[in-house]
């Protein structure tokens, strides 16, 4: 499954590099997301603005990633495409995850905010 | 969708046959869309049915087929393209579901929830209740058979408020 | 304080169409919401496209804002500009209220969602 | 931001003498926008500067001059654009800050609110802190004045840190 990292400043930034984030790639969205932001410090963005659907399986995914992080650190969205930003709507999760309408917009909120 | 005018007597369909694996469901979703797109179903409406099929598909994956199966059994999906929406037929020859009212539209809480202790699951059949109507589950033999309604307009709704039309059929295999 | 509503469905858009939500137009926005919105049934998506600036009075007018909706109904942002991202994040109001890149992204993410 | 060359010596400043009321706040950091602007200081520090000097000033406005005040007192907002970003100094005439630490950065807490029960205030003083570095309050017989630095590469800071230099020059006022 592929997936970037990148620091920038305090802030990690995650892309994921695949249309999908389903259940057939969500242990390795989860195992690649440790691999990557697990041993960073700071806050991490995670910019699915290439990804054009999510499930449930893959929300899950995501939520678990987020608590890789511990309560120390947040984990923000940039670049919800509609399909994802429809399951977070049903879900409520847009409640739980800060959401910035892209990665500039993302970078720009989170920079020193801790 | 086509109007009155135009070749095609019968209204467009879908039918896929493919294993109850994840994979063989990404492909399939990946055709679906192709082919809603084709016939020339809107944007909003070809995403809630991405949604839905990817959720009904996976409760088959993951619950009737399971784990403890050494081969993916079939899945066969039917879409009946119409103007009010899409008529869905998804049938399965794995386990019945458990007794007693198919699962409800409730989301796990989130309110007031640390983060740390957020679910992660949960959310496969409310998602799809969301989205779908006319929901109906029937155990007929050895099958599984869900059908559902997948509206061209979305009907508002109020949170936690259950669809009309959920009374269920009970899973009684027949004798 | 010019601001418009329009009834989309079963969702009400209300667009600011002023630069800044601030101490001078506080009480304003929030008497306007009233009379734009309060009447209405259904979520309402409060489209701050055209808004550059809020300060901690503006959005405390917008928490107002979603009381006046009660309990049984939402009110989620979009359009959401560098500046009053910034506000969101460091308040972390971005986790109380549904976010959305933009208009279009809020529509299609909360019709029918109730 | 201007390096060793060109002709300014010193470098840039902003002046601005206004009423402690709304809307000649407005005004004034619209004048500060532009100003900071021309002077070439980019886009982040710009937003985080009018940020922080709303907060400020309402502040002013609302707590040492008030609601009792017949006519607003003035405020007097000086900003040197240096590389390591803008130095603040805002005075006042109004009431002193209440005895004490001045406000911390903790912000309101919001998880696990009921929506009807959210704070609709104090978010304020958290904005300020958490934007602006090295802040320091003085009252010095009928006046206040508040010195901060907003820099122009924003430090990390641990969500209820506080930052390193608020140590807080007590309010006693002059014999
Ligand atoms: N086709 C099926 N056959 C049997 N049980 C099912 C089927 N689909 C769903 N279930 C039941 O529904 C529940 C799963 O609900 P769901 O909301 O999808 O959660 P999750 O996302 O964790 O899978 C399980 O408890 C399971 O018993
Ligand atoms: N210039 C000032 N003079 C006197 N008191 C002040 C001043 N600025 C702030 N305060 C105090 O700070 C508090 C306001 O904090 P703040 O976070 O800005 O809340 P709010 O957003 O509700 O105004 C008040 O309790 C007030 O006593």
Redesign the interface.
Same mark, same amino acid.
């Given at each position: 499954m592929k997936m970037t990292f990148e620091a920038r400043g305090a802030v990690g930034v995650l892309r994921v590099e695949e249309p999908r984030i389903d259940a057939s790639v969500a242990i390795q969205f989860k195992d690649r997301f440790r691999d990557l932001a697990g041993s960073a410090e700071g806050d991490v963005i995670l910019d699915l603005a290439r990804v054009e659907f999510l499930d449930s399986s893959g929300l899950g995914a995501v939520v678990a990633a987020r608590k890789l992080l511990g309560s120390g650190r947040q984990l923000a969205l940039s670049g919800l495409t509609p399909t994802v930003d429809k399951v977070m709507t049903l879900t409520r999760m847009n409640t739980v995850f800060p959401i910035h309408a892209d990665l500039a917009a993302a970078l720009a909120a989170h920079a020193g905010s801790g | 969708m086509s109007g009155p005018t135009g070749r095609q007597s019968a209204p467009p369909r879908l039918s896929l046959r493919f294993a109850g694996e994840?994979?063989a469901?990404?492909r399939s979703?990946a055709e679906v869309e192709a082919g809603l797109a084709a016939a020339g179903v809107g944007?909003?409406l070809r995403? !809630?049915a991405?949604?839905a099929l990817?959720?009904a598909c996976?409760n088959i994956?993951?619950h009737a087929y399971g784990p403890a199966r050494p081969r993916p059994g079939p899945i066969a999906l039917d879409i009946l393209v119409e103007a009010g929406g899409l008529r869905v037929m998804l049938r399965d020859k794995g386990r019945a579901m458990p007794p007693g009212p198919l699962p409800g539209d409730a989301?796990p809480e989130?309110?007031?929830?640390? #983060?740390?202790d957020? #679910?992660?699951?949960g959310?496969?059949w409310?998602?799809l209740r !969301?989205?779908a109507e006319d929901l109906h589950h029937e155990r007929t033999g050895d099958r599984n058979t869900l059908r559902f309604l997948l509206p061209a307009?979305?009907?508002? !709704?109020?949170?936690g408020?259950l669809p009309r039309d959920c009374q269920i059929p009970s899973a009684i295999p027949p004798a």
């Open positions: - | 994840d994979a469901v990404r979703l944007d909003g995403q !809630r991405q949604i990817a959720e996976n994956v993951e989301m989130l309110s007031g929830r640390d #983060p740390m957020l #679910p992660e699951g959310f496969g409310a998602l !969301r989205i307009v979305e009907k508002p !709704r109020k949170p408020e």
